[in-house]
């Protein structure tokens, strides 16, 4: 049973740093990505990491200031997001699937996280 549990969201202020992490069981994926829910709009693929973390991706939006990263000895995903903004807000889930690396369409992703809330306020 595959199990993914998110942890280290919270409120903070545009500029300050957040991260994120993912405990996974239950299997090994090709892919591994932190996808974000912002109110009102559809889930993206904010970040994606090959299980050997030789590829990754980043929307456009967060280039530069997420990092992904993913510890296979651990099992556990990563995002470290800097310098926060109020357009950063809310809820990522981590997810992961069986498909070639980097999946950038959230659709595509197998199994999915509870989410945890991430709120920058200005």
């Known amino acids: 049973q595959v199990q993914l549990i998110e942890s280290g969201g919270g409120s903070v202020q545009a500029g300050d740093s957040l991260r994120l992490t993912c405990a996974a069981s239950?299997?090994?994926?090709?892919?591994y990505g932190w996808i974000r829910q912002a109110p009102g709009k559809e889930r993206e693929v904010v970040a994606a990491?090959?299980?050997?973390?030789?590829?990754?991706y980043y929307v456009e939006s967060v280039k530069g200031r997420f990092t992904i990263s993913i510890d296979n000895a651990k099992s556990t995903l990563y995002v470290q997001m800097n310098s926060l903004k109020p357009e950063d807000t809310g809820v990522y889930y981590c997810?992961?699937?069986?498909?070639?690396?980097?999946?950038?369409?959230?659709?595509?992703?197998?199994?999915w996280g509870q989410g945890t809330q991430v709120t920058v306020s200005s």
């Open positions: 997810a992961v699937s069986g498909r070639m690396a980097p999946v950038t369409r959230a659709d595509l992703y197998d199994y």
């Open positions: 239950g299997g090994t994926f090709s892919s």
């Open positions: 990491i090959s299980w050997s973390g030789a590829s990754t």
